[in-house]
């Protein structure tokens, strides 16, 4: 009988999993940041899967074990919707167990469009907020 309740519940969760990774898959009402721990030697770091609500940047901060958003060190162009394998290059070094945060941020409020406008703290290209939060993933630089 034990046996039959631990395949229920492995069942049960394996489906409550693919609902929830589903829903981002396919619902372009919720945004998101997908990435993970990664080697940045070569002077870029990626995200696996955005969906943005808006054009706009993936943009790389440094942060720390406060996981405040610090200076820029890297930015992308993203689209409204899916984004897939999105690979920002990095303007200055990272090292080695350094954390990263993978934000979306707005193209609006600049002067040009398609042209990144973001200073730490101003409104111009500014992040995403969804509920309040950011919208963002911290990752550790290998």
């Known amino acids: ?17 693919l609902t929830a990774s589903t829903a981002f898959a396919d619902g372009h ?21 955005i969906v943005a609500g808006e054009n706009g940047y993936l943009v790389v901060h440094r942060t720390g074990d ?3 958003p610090g200076p820029v060190v890297g930015y992308s162009p993203i689209k409204k919707g899916k984004n897939m394998d999105v690979t920002a290059i990095l303007t200055e070094e990272v090292m080695s167990g350094d954390k990263l945060m ?12 398609g ?4 200073t ?10 969804m509920d309040g939060d950011l919208v963002m993933a911290v990752i550790s630089a290998k």
């Open 29 to 49: 009402s919720k945004i998101g940041v997908m990435a993970e721990d990664q080697d940045v030697s070569g002077g870029t770091v990626s995200a696996s899967e």
């Open 120 to 129: 730490l703290g101003a409104k111009e290209d500014g992040p995403i907020r």
């Open 66 to 68: 406060d996981m405040k």
């Open 115 to 118: 042209v990144f406008e973001y």
């Open 1 to 17: 009988m034990t046996f039959s309740k631990t395949i229920l519940t492995a069942a049960t969760a394996a489906a409550l999993m």
């Open 102 to 113: 993978l934000m979306i941020h707005s193209e609006a409020g600049g002067m040009e469009t």
